[in-house]
């Protein structure tokens, strides 16, 4: 059974920066490709950001490029979204989501996706 567990968000003023972490219990992520999307009130979801499982190659939505990095530590177990440079239209409910097997993130699309987290919700406000 394949458990996904975000932590990391918070309330953080326009130009501060957070770390995302999706733990992941019960898998290997490595052999996962792991995905970020967010979805704020009243917005459809958003791929944020995707790691490959098959090349580790990375994806991220035109919104963040420059801004987040999303990365893998395999010893722990987790994948982590640093964020720098946080907007007000960056706050969302953040969840992490995992493809089993060979995934190459090519875009945001979900439709892959087969395992979701909880969700952590981050806050950029003033």
């Known amino acids: 059974q394949v458990q996904l567990v975000e932590s990391g968000g918070g309330l953080v003023q326009p130009g501060g920066s957070l770390r995302l972490s999706c733990a992941s219990s019960g898998t290997i992520v490595e052999d996962f490709a792991i995905g970020w999307f967010r979805q704020a009130p009243g917005k459809e979801r958003e791929g944020v950001s995707c790691?490959?499982?098959?090349?580790?190659?990375?994806y991220y939505a035109d919104s963040v490029k420059g801004r987040f990095t999303i990365s893998r530590d395999n010893a722990k177990n987790t994948v982590y979204l640093q964020m720098i440079s946080l907007k007000p239209e960056d706050t969302g409910v953040y969840y992490c989501?995992?493809?089993?097997?060979?995934?190459?993130?090519?875009?945001?699309?979900?439709?892959?996706?087969?395992?979701w987290g909880q969700g952590t919700q981050v806050t950029v406000s003033s």
């Open positions: 989501a995992a493809v089993l097997g060979s995934y190459v993130c090519v875009n945001g699309e979900a439709n892959e996706f087969g395992y």
């Open positions: 790691i490959s499982s098959s090349d580790g190659s990375t």
